[in-house]
Nanobody
Framework: VQLQASGGGLVQAGSSLKLSCAAS????????MGWFRQAPGKARDFVAA????????YYADSVKGRFTISRDNDRNTLYLQMSGLKPEDTAVYYC???????????????????????WGQGTLVTVSS
């Protein structure tokens, strides 16, 4: 099983960027998936998550209204559309997937790293001021 994150880069503040996470080795169409990020010297923090059915999305307060998580189950791919980027968004972004199919969690669990079993290698997003 592999999650391959891509789409990171160096952008100016206020710009937009779209991250992708291509899954291989198994299908994740029935699994919760999420994005986390880790800034230098800091812990890996929750960014966004999407339920296995795609009907529910969850966001960290810091990105609400600016980031949008989505999934294309036909392509087995997760996305994170980021707009209005700020220097504080600079981090390595990781995609993650829950190994349990068709499992629904209480809202807080989506923000918990322990909910996720598979992790991508990360893609670096750098936002200059």
């Amino acid at each position: 099983v592999q999650l391959q994150a891509s789409g990171g880069g160096l952008v100016q503040a206020g710009s937009s960027l779209k991250l992708s996470c291509a899954a291989s080795g198994r299908t994740f169409s029935s699994n919760t998936m999420g994005w986390f990020r880790q800034a230098p010297g800091k812990a890996r923090d929750f960014v966004a998550a999407i339920s296995w059915g795609g009907s529910m999305t969850y966001y960290a307060d810091s990105v609400k209204g600016r980031f949008t998580i989505s999934r294309d189950n036909d392509r087995n791919t997760l996305y994170l559309q980021m707009s209005g980027l700020k220097p504080e968004d600079t981090a390595v972004y990781y995609c993650a997937a829950d190994k349990n199919s068709r499992r629904t969690y209480v809202a807080g669990a989506y923000e918990n790293r322990g909910t996720y079993d598979y992790w991508g290698q990360g893609t670096l997003v750098t936002v200059s001021s």
